[in-house]
């Protein structure tokens, strides 16, 4: 099993880019490999990967619900029973959901969601900040 400051690389890092050991960037850390796969989880709509529909987050079916009282929390259940089930490797600590003022007349719909997590392998904590938003056509 891989630890932190592994000789050997663990992972690709995200966005591709040229690296120097190969074709891309990769990770010789257990906690950036996590942040890495975390990161790419949240990035991906669930039905999105071939051959993996379950694979990817539901919280872009609910980015265009009414922010009422409840939107928060069902926000935060979604993202901690996902990535309880997708990647097991992180316990979350906390999870924050920040409404996003957008300027009059964009009608793209924004979330911005920083989630607290531990790698529970080396007991290290760690941070993302995601914004999560629709996309112009």
Do not use: C, H
């Amino acid at each position: 099993m891989a630890t932190s400051d592994s000789q050997f690389p663990i992972g690709l890092k995200v966005p591709f880019v040229s690296g120097t050991n190969g074709y891309f960037q990769q990770s010789f850390d257990t906690n950036d490999k996590v942040k890495q796969n975390l990161m790419n989880f949240l990035k991906t709509k669930k039905g999105e990967r071939r051959m993996m529909p379950e694979f990817g987050t539901k919280l872009y079916n609910v980015l265009f619900e009414q922010k009422d009282g409840n939107f928060n929390s069902i926000a935060k259940n979604i993202i901690s029973e996902e990535i309880k089930y997708w990647i097991p490797e992180i316990s979350i600590q906390d999870i924050q959901i920040i409404n996003v003022e957008n300027p009059i007349g964009d009608d793209n719909y924004k979330l911005r969601i920083s989630i607290n997590f531990m790698v529970k392998q080396t007991k290290q904590l760690d941070n993302i900040i995601f914004e999560l938003g629709s996309t112009k056509l």
